[in-house]
């Protein structure tokens, strides 16, 4: 694979060395039917990207690494009465896996979790 850098009016084309941290795209996309709150595994050595939610009515949303949690993750967030737009994550889980909180759930909601897995050597 060939990368072209361009910076003020230089230009380079090289071919990198073996890559430090290879993405690869992992199955996204379940629809995940939840009640008031849900835990999410996130398994060793994925990066939780993306979270798409749905509320049938308004609500908030709270997300943590801890129970009955500090939002150290998202804050307290409102989320409209529909399919939202995805809300941005980036939550590592390095080479052990990390449980994810979700709270604060109208019951009805649901969940599309997109994460990919992270090549660490």
Do not use: H
Not at 60 to 79: H, M, N, Q, Y
Not at 84 to 103: C, D
Request: with cysteine; hydrophobic share 45%.
């Amino acid at each position: 694979m060939d990368i072209t850098f361009s910076f003020s009016n230089v230009a380079c084309a090289c071919t990198p060395a073996t890559p430090v941290v290879q993405l690869n795209s992992d199955a996204a996309g379940e629809i995940i039917e939840v009640d008031t709150s849900y835990e999410y595994t996130l398994p060793a050595k994925y990066l939780l990207e993306k979270v798409i939610v749905f509320y049938p009515v308004e609500g908030t949303l709270r997300i943590s690494k801890v129970s009955a949690g500090d939002e150290d993750i998202l804050p307290e967030t409102t989320i409209n009465a529909v399919w939202n737009n995805p809300i941005v994550i980036e939550e590592l889980a390095g080479l052990t896996s990390q449980v994810i909180y979700f709270t604060d759930m109208p019951a009805g909601s649901k969940l599309i979790i997109i994460r990919k897995k992270i090549k660490i050597a």
